[in-house]
């Protein structure tokens, strides 16, 4: 059973900094599609930023600049590293790796449990 599980959330000030870590088991950092999604209080979850197996990143426009996702193959592991953080950032940050079905691969789409990140003013 693959498991995704995060960690690094907290309580922040605002302009500080915290980064994120995602382990996950099976092996599936480097095959998949790797991202970071928040769901803040009342609001829809929402892509921050995401990974491609080659390496092509993309980030949603609330966080350009100010977050930075990197993966570690030989650690099955993805970090997001948040900064100059706002109060609107505070949310559940849940890492996912998603694989497309093909007819070759079966694919898949997992996600953690998420981690609560705080950033007070």
């Known amino acids: 059973q693959v498991q995704l599980v995060e960690s690094g959330g907290g309580l922040v000030q605002t302009g500080g900094s915290l980064r994120l870590s995602c382990a996950a088991s099976?092996?599936?950092?480097?095959?998949?599609?790797m991202g970071w999604y928040r769901q803040g209080l009342g609001k829809q979850r929402e892509l921050v930023a995401g990974?491609?197996?080659?390496?092509?990143?993309d980030y949603g426009d609330s966080v350009k600049g100010r977050f930075t996702i990197s993966r570690d193959n030989a650690k099955n592991t993805v970090y997001l590293q948040m900064d100059s953080l706002k109060s609107e950032d505070s949310a559940v940050y849940y890492c996912?790796?998603?694989?497309?079905?093909?007819?070759?691969?079966?694919?898949?789409?997992?996600w953690g449990k998420g981690t609560l990140v705080t950033v007070s003013s």
């Open positions: 990974i491609t197996s080659g390496g092509r990143t």
């Open positions: 996912n790796s998603r694989r497309p079905t093909t007819p070759l691969v079966t694919g898949w789409d997992y």
């Open positions: 099976g092996g599936i950092v480097s095959r998949s599609v």
